[in-house]
C-alpha cells in the first residue's frame, strides 16, 4: 500500500491546493509544539515514552494499521486481532508493566479492539484479581501462570448477566459452598443468569473471574468473585462450560464477545477471591468491610476510559481541523468568481469555528483530568494492598474513604467524557460533510467502536444516579449535621454558605468573569451545591430515584468540576512558562465553549450566573476566543504528536493534502479496473430483460385476445 498521496499528478491551473493552505499555518506557529506535548502527556519523560512507542508500532509490520482497516470483514478482524495481541505480548517481554500500560493506551487510539480484547485478560481479569485476591492469590494467578506476560492462561471477566448489567448486587450466577468437599459448586440457574457480552469468552479465554452469589449453609451472602477454568490446556470446554458468540455488534467486532452458562462447575475453595471476604473450610464467612471493593476492579477500566477520551478527541479534532484548513467553500458575502482567487477556508467561519475548536479546548483538558485520575487510582490501590498486608485497620479506613471519593470522580469522569468523546466523533464527522461519512476518513468506525464506552463497565445514566447520590448525601449531612467533606467534593462542606439567603447570589456576573477560570470553578461548585441542595429537599419528600435526572446532571458538573480543577493547577505549576498564556486561552474558550454553552440553563436556574451574563458570554465572549483560538488550531492540533497511522484519515493526513490523499486511497482499495461487480449479472438480467409482453409469450396482447375470442 502506497502512503495514499499521489507522486505525479497533472493538474489545472486553478486546481485547489490544501497543502499549501496547512504550510502556511504551520509557518506562523508561536510556541513549542513539543513542549506542549510535554504538558499534554504529563512530562517530557512521558511524552518521550509515547513519541517512542508509537514510531515502534507503526513501524511493526503487524502492528502498523492502514486505511485497509475499515474494509475487513468480521471474521478478518478477529484473525488480525489475534496476531495483534500475539505480537504484542512479545513486546511485553521487554517492556516494564507501567511502559505497556502506556503502550495499550496508544493502541487504543487506533486500533481499539487489539487494546480491549487485551486489556479484558491485563486488565479486568487481573484487576480482579488485584482488587479482590489476596498478595499470594495475585501472584499466583498474574505471575507464576504467567498471565501477565499473556502466556500460559488467558483471562476474561464475567460480570454482566443476560438480565443484569448495571444492578450488580443483582446477578444470579450461585456459587454454592460444598463443605464436603471443600469445593464451591459455580452454577447458571436460568436463562437470565447467562453470563453476556463476556469478552474473550467465545475463543479466546482459558480462565475467567466470576461475579456470583455466594450461598454458604443456605444462607445468600451476596456476590462475591471466583476464578473459574474455562478450558483445559488443549483449549478445549471443561465438563459443564458452555460457551458461545454473540455474533455482530455495533462496532469492535475484532473482540470475541461471548456468553458463558455454568452447569455445576466444581471448583477449589481457595479458588475464591479472598483479600477481604473469607470462608473457611468449615463454613465460617467473614464479610468485607466495604462491599463495594469487590468492584474496584472496574475503577482501572473507567480510569483508561478517560485517557482513551483524551486520545480519541485529540484524534478526531485534528482530522477535522486539519480538514477545516485545507477544505474552501463559498466565497465571501457578496464577492463575484474571480479567477485566481481562492474560496474560503471551513475554518474561517464563525459557526465552523464554534462546531470545532471547542472539543480541540475540552481534549487539552481531558489531558489533565485523565492523568490525574490514574495516578490517583494507582496510588489508592497501593495505600490499601499495604494496609491489607500489615493488618493495618486503620490503614484500611483510610483507603476505604478515600476509594469512595475515587469512586465518585471515576464514575463522573467516566460517564461525562465517554458522552463527551462521542459527541466529538460525531460533531467533527458532520463538520467534514460528506466526505466524513465515508469510512476511509476514520469517523464512522471510530464512532462505532467508542459509544460501547457509554454503557459498558456502567451505563453512563445509571453511573451517573450513583455518582449523583453520595453527593446529595454529603449535602444532607452538611445541612443536618454539620459534616465535614473531604476529597474532591470538600467544597460540599461550604454548602450553607450558598443556600437560604444567599440561594439568589449570583457568581458570574460580568464579561469579565468569564475570563477568571478560578471563579468558572466557584461557579461549578456552587451550582453543584444548589443543585444538590433542592435535590436534597426532594429525597426529604419522596426517594432518590425522584431525582435520577438531577443526579446526572450533578454528575455532569462534578466531572467538570475535577477536569477545570486539575486543568488549572497543571498550568500553575507547568516549567515551561512560556506555554502559561497558550494554555490559559485554551482553558477559557474551553469554560466558555463547553462548561457556560452547555451548563448555561443549570446555572441560570439555580442562580449561578446573571442573563446579562450568559448573553454576554454566547454574543461576544466566545465569538472573541474563537477568533483568538483560529490561527493556532494546527499548532494546538499538531501538538498531539499523533502520526499518520494514529490518525488513520485520508483526509486527515498531517501534509493536508487532503484530495490526492484521498482519492488515491479510494483508487488503491477500490480499483477502478473491477468495473464489472462480481454480482453484476443480477444487474445486467435486470437491466436487459425482455418485455413483459415477451415474457408472457404474448399470451396476453390483443393479437392473441382477438384470436382467442372467437
Known sequence: MSAYKTSSVIQAPNAPDPRSSIAKERDNIQFDTIKMHHF??????????????????ERDPILNTDLKYYDLTKDEQRELTVHKINRLARY???????????????????????GTRLGVNLGLFLSCIRGNGTAEQLGYWALSKETAYVKGIYGCFAMTELAHGSNVMGLETTATFDQDTDEFVINTPHIGAT????????HSATHTTVYARLIV????????TFVVPLRDANHELNPGISVGDIGSKMGRDGIDNGWIQFSNVRIPRFFMLQKFCKVSKDGEVILPPLEQLSYSALLGGRVIMVLDSFRMAARMTTIAIRYGIGRRQFRPSGQEFEEGVPENQLLDYPLHQKRLLPYLALAYVFSAGAYKVERTIEDTLTLLDDAVDNDDDAGIMKAIEEMKSLFIDSGSLKSTCTWLAAEVIDQCRQSCGGHGYSAYNGFGKAYDDWVVQCT??????VLGISIGKPIIKHVLAVIDDDKIVKGSSAFLTHTKKYIGDNYKTPILKTAADAADLKLILKALEVAIIRLSYRASESVRKHNFEYVGPESVEITRLKSHHYLLEEFLRRVETTEDKELVPWLT???????????LEKFAATFLTYHVATTDFITEVSSNQLPSLLQEVRPHAVAYTDAFQQSDMMINSAIGRFDGNIYENYFTAVKELNPPRNFKAPYSAALEAMLNRKSLDERNRFEKTDDAAEMLSK
Open 40 to 57: 499534554l502527556e504529563g512530562s517530557k519523560a512521558r511524552s518521550e515514552l509515547f513519541l517512542q512507542l508509537t514510531q515502534q508500532m
Open 92 to 114: 511485553i517481554e521487554g517492556d516494564n508493566f507501567s511502559d505497556f500500560q502506556r503502550r495499550l493506551s496508544i493502541v487504543n487510539a487506533f486500533d481499539p479492539q487489539v
Open 195 to 202: 453470563k453476556w457480552w463476556i469478552g474473550g469468552a467465545a
Open 217 to 224: 449453609k443456605g444462607e445468600d451472602y451476596g456476590v462475591k
Open 456 to 461: 459498558w463497565e456502567g451505563d453512563n445514566n
Open 585 to 595: 486561552l485554551i482553558g477559557k474558550l474551553y469554560a466558555s465553549g463547553i462548561i
